[in-house]
């Protein structure tokens, strides 16, 4: 029986790969990519000659039982996303599922992901918190962010820089404006920022930015009891 392996690649500096993470992609029989062309310039730049195809949300279901076949088969097969950990806001659980389902094993690499340095260095409580990923883009949004507003661990959502400021007058207008803040973009890149305050400085200073990259937004918890 073959084995999967879900393998971080790094969120912007390539010198966060790690040598395990190099070795596996290696040694594997067949690499699945959200993008082949975006994952190509990682495994050219590490040699890597490993076949890949292309595996995303858009296909995943399809190739379920392909992939399936393939590992039953034997062959040992790595996942890899565009940037990050496989499964967090990326293609990988129903890949995960599908190979326990047939009694597979399942190794996850520790790696990169953006949730938690930008949480770690948001100086918001980072000893429990709850992770929101990406909010629904219209339907549900409100509701999911009402549901929120009394939650008293820190909050931590993705969001791409063309919703970045409908995100935060959002979150103004529902968590209170004083509510403490924490935005990163480009995390682990050379124009890394990382802006600390309140929604309503958030929103002033963004407002004034050009938005480029993808941001991690640490809300403060509520401080109702």
Not at 31 to 50: C, F, M, P, V
Not at 71 to 86: E, H, N, Q, R
Request: charged share 25%; glycine share 8%; with cysteine.
């Amino acid at each position: 029986m073959g084995e999967l392996f879900l393998v971080p690649t790094p969120i912007g500096n390539l010198g966060d790969m790690t040598y395990r993470a190099v070795a596996t992609l290696k040694e594997v029989d067949l690499i699945l990519a959200e993008d082949t062309r975006t994952s190509g310039k990682l495994l050219n730049h590490y040699q890597i000659s490993t076949p890949m195809q292309a595996f995303h949300m858009h296909n995943e279901h399809k190739k379920l039982e392909e992939v399936g076949s393939k590992l039953t088969s034997g062959m040992s097969i790595a996942l890899i996303s565009d940037a990050g950990t496989p499964g967090i806001s990326d293609p990988g659980f129903l890949l995960v599922r599908e190979a326990l389902s047939l009694n597979l094993k399942v190794t996850c690499l520790p790696g990169p992901t953006a949730m938690i340095p930008a949480l770690v260095q948001s100086g918001l409580a980072c000893d429990r918190f709850v992770f929101e990923g990406f909010l629904p883009p219209k339907k549900g949004r409100n509701k999911r962010m009402k549901k929120l507003s009394d939650e008293n661990r820190t909050l931590v959502f993705y969001e791409s820089p063309h919703k970045l400021l409908k995100t935060l007058t959002q979150f103004s207008e529902i968590f209170g404006p004083d509510r403490g803040v924490s935005v990163s973009r480009e995390l682990s890149k050379m124009f890394e920022e990382n802006f600390r305050g309140t929604l309503v400085e958030a929103l002033n200073h963004f407002n004034t930015q050009s938005l480029k990259g993808e941001f991690v937004i640490c809300v403060a918890g509520s401080q109702k009891k």
